[in-house]
């Protein structure tokens, strides 16, 4: 499938890209190329391939979450360089 520079002008128009005469030729050759591969892939019998959406046998592994009751809150007050009562002091965030 050949891209004629009309297309390419108005893909880039979609895209909101100012291309040049020079950019839109070299694009309608590429995007010509790459159409023209995947008329090509359509050729490929795939009719004893099994369906598949991940191809490197990777699977996320998750770990349990496990409650630790921790009772360190007046420790970590201490560790503060500024508190006030039993809470942090921290500067302004906003």
């Given at each position: 499938?050949k ?11 979609l895209?909101r890209?100012?291309?040049?005469e020079e ?13 023209a ?11 004893n391939?099994e369906?598949t959406?991940q ?5 996320n592994v998750?770990?349990?979450d ?8 007046k420790?970590?007050v201490?560790q503060?360089?500024?508190t ?8 302004s965030?906003?």
């Amino acid at each position: 499938m050949k891209l004629t520079k009309a297309e390419v002008e108005k893909i880039a128009k979609l895209s909101r890209l100012e291309l040049t005469e020079e950019e839109k030729d070299q694009y309608a050759g590429q995007l010509s190329d790459v159409l023209a591969y995947f008329e090509k892939l359509k050729e490929v019998n795939t009719e004893n391939v099994e369906i598949t959406s991940q191809v490197t046998g990777l699977e996320n592994v998750y770990r349990n979450d496990k409650i630790n009751q921790c009772d360190c809150q007046k420790e970590l007050v201490k560790q503060a360089a500024e508190t006030e009562e039993d809470l942090i002091k921290t500067r302004s965030v906003f």
